[in-house]
């Protein structure tokens, strides 16, 4: 029986695993999905108060579409032999889905790295909500003030005196200048102070020394320092981009036998970019990745990964949120109504479960959807 093994068990992984079963239809095709945990984490999501509810569990997902989940990690891609080695126990393929998500850059050489905090993963976030638990009028210093450090600050801006640190001089550089004066005006009125154009130079118990000599207190030092690549991309390509990342074709495809989705692959986005590392576009890539993986073992025609519109939404705790559309990131939605946005992506974000109908729909959705989203003014409405 053909066999379509898929390593990761995030957005990319999941989709991978039901745009396979969606092109698989009545056929024997065996889809094997290699996570080491039980649940997909909602990694948007590990900024919130409550961690543990950014999980769904895998099952309920992967169950119904008849896809088995080997709770295992991977340690070797052989594309010679089309063997993964999972734990120790050699697996066979003949289509791959290489969808391993990313990893917190850490610092290196950093004194104290090892008080450091982050919101990266489950265990990550859980760790800083159990540290701060309880304690009153903590002091918190969040480093990077990119993306996820910008929701890591301004959601701990609600209990904790927050000190924002990047190296950078000014706020979400990354961003661009499209949302920055949202940005500024809600780190403002949250009272998170910023200090820019400056690093943290080391770590201690209940301090922190930045890179102009000031010590801080500090109860946490918040890394988060930008994502790369799961290793697992080497054992792919030798030509990986700064972040990491397979370079891969329309198909997503890095190698005749091999598919890459996610915070794993890099594919045009249009003319000028490439995807981001972000679940908006690890869920149609790993929704077309796992469809062509099974369709070209059916020698059915593959699917071109054809991404929606590039919007981004930025969580700012109780200043709301700033959702932004277009590369050049043009403010749509602010404060009370950005937050709305925000909330229904949030929850929009979670895979249908215990139902085979809906998850295999979804699964043949590609083109991100927008009906919830404010558009521009001069963009019609869908159907029009
Ligand atoms: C705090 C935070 C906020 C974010 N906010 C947003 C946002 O607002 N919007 C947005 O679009 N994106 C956001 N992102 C980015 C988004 O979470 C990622 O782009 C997305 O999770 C990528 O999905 P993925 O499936 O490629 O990888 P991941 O979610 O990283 O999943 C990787 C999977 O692979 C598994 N895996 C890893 N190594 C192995 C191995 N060796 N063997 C087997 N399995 C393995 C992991 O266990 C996991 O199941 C945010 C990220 C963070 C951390």
């Given at each position: 029986?053909?066999?379509v093994?898929i390593?990761?068990g995030?957005?990319?992984g999941v989709w991978s695993a039901a745009g396979a079963a ?9 889809i094997t999905l ?24 895998l099952?309920?997902i992967l169950?119904?579409i008849g896809v088995e989940h ?27 889905v290489?969808a ?186 790993g929704?077309?990745?796992g ?68 998850i295999?729909?979804?699964a ?21």
């Amino acid at each position: 029986m053909a066999h379509v093994v898929i390593i990761g068990g995030g957005f990319a992984g999941v989709w991978s695993a039901a745009g396979a079963a969606l092109a698989r239809a009545g056929t024997d095709l065996r889809i094997t999905l290699i996570a080491p945990s039980e649940h997909l984490v909602l990694r948007p999501r590990l900024y919130e108060l409550k961690p543990d509810l950014a999980t769904v569990p895998l099952d309920p997902i992967l169950a119904p579409i008849g896809v088995e989940h080997l709770r295992a990690s991977v340690s070797t891609i052989d594309t010679d032999r089309r063997v993964v080695v999972a734990d120790g126990a050699a697996i066979g393929y003949d289509r791959l889905v290489l969808a391993a998500g990313s990893e917190l850059v850490r610092p290196l050489g950093l004194p104290g790295a090892e008080r450091l905090f982050d919101i990266d993963t489950l265990n990550g976030a859980l760790r800083l909500t159990d540290h701060l638990r309880d304690r009153e009028d903590c002091c918190v210093v969040v480093v990077g003030a990119g993306f996820v450090g910008l929701e890591a600050a301004t959601e701990l801006a609600a209990r904790c005196q927050v000190l924002l640190v990047d190296q950078s001089s000014v706020v979400g550089e990354q961003l661009g200048p499209g949302p920055r004066g949202e940005i500024e005006a809600a780190l403002d009125s949250l009272g998170v102070e910023c200090r820019l154009a400056t690093t943290v130079t080391e770590v201690g118990d209940g301090y922190a020394v930045l890179s102009d000599g000031a010590r801080v207190e500090a109860d946490a030092v918040v890394w988060s320092g930008g994502m790369r690549a799961s290793a697992l991309t080497r054992q792919i390509s030798d030509e990986l981009d700064h972040l990491g990342r397979v370079p891969v074709d329309h198909w997503l495809r890095a190698l005749p036998e091999v598919f890459v989705a996610g915070d794993t692959a890099s594919t045009a986005f249009d003319a000028e970019h490439t995807v981001m590392q972000a679940c908006q576009h690890a869920t149609p890539m790993g929704k077309v990745a796992g469809y062509n993986a099974a369709a070209d073992l059916l020698r059915m025609p593959l699917r071109e990964f054809t991404p929606g519109p590039y919007v981004t939404c930025l969580d700012l705790g109780d200043a709301g949120a700033v959702f932004t559309r277009g590369w050049d990131r043009r403010v749509m939605a602010s404060g009370a109504e950005g937050k709305e946005v925000k909330n229904r992506i949030n929850h929009h974000i979670h895979p249908p479960v215990d139902d085979a109908g809906k998850i295999l729909a979804a699964a043949d959705r590609v083109r991100i959807e927008l009906p919830f989203f404010p558009r521009p003014e001069d963009e019609p409405a869908p159907g029009v």
